[in-house]
Nanobody, 131 residues
């Protein structure tokens, strides 16, 4: 059974930083995409960042970011620890949301996953940015 457990959310002032982590277990896939989505109150879920792992094509390790976080957020994978992290810098109030870790073993692009979502989801962690 695939399980994704997020941690690292909390309250931070605008301009500050947070680091989210997602512990993944039950993975038996040679390839998967894993990433972060978020949902702010009253808004639809949106893709934040995504990375492809184990792809035999040139997509392996390729990262993908939403325009709104490009240059501020960094996604990384630690295969030894089965974790994916999201370093979030220069946070602003518009980043306030529940952040979800998600993963999918299919060979689709991150842009596809941003639009249609992934197969496996964590329960989310709340990030609140105060002004």
């Amino acid at each position: 059974e695939v399980q994704l457990v997020e941690s690292g959310g909390g309250l931070v002032q605008a301009g500050g930083s947070l680091r989210l982590s997602c512990a993944a277990s039950g993975f038996t896939f040679d390839h998967y995409a894993i990433g972060w989505f978020r949902q702010a109150p009253g808004k639809e879920r949106e893709g934040v960042s995504c990375i492809s792992v184990g792809d035999v094509s040139l997509e392996d390790g390729k990262t993908y970011y939403a325009d709104s976080v490009e240059g501020r957020f960094t996604i990384s994978v630690d295969n030894a620890k089965n974790t994916v992290s999201l370093q979030m810098n220069s946070l602003n109030v518009e980043d306030t949301a529940v952040y979800y870790c998600a993963a999918d073993p299919k060979y689709y692009s991150c842009s596809y996953y941003f639009k249609y979502g992934m197969d496996y989801w964590g329960k989310g962690t709340l990030v609140t940015v105060s002004s």
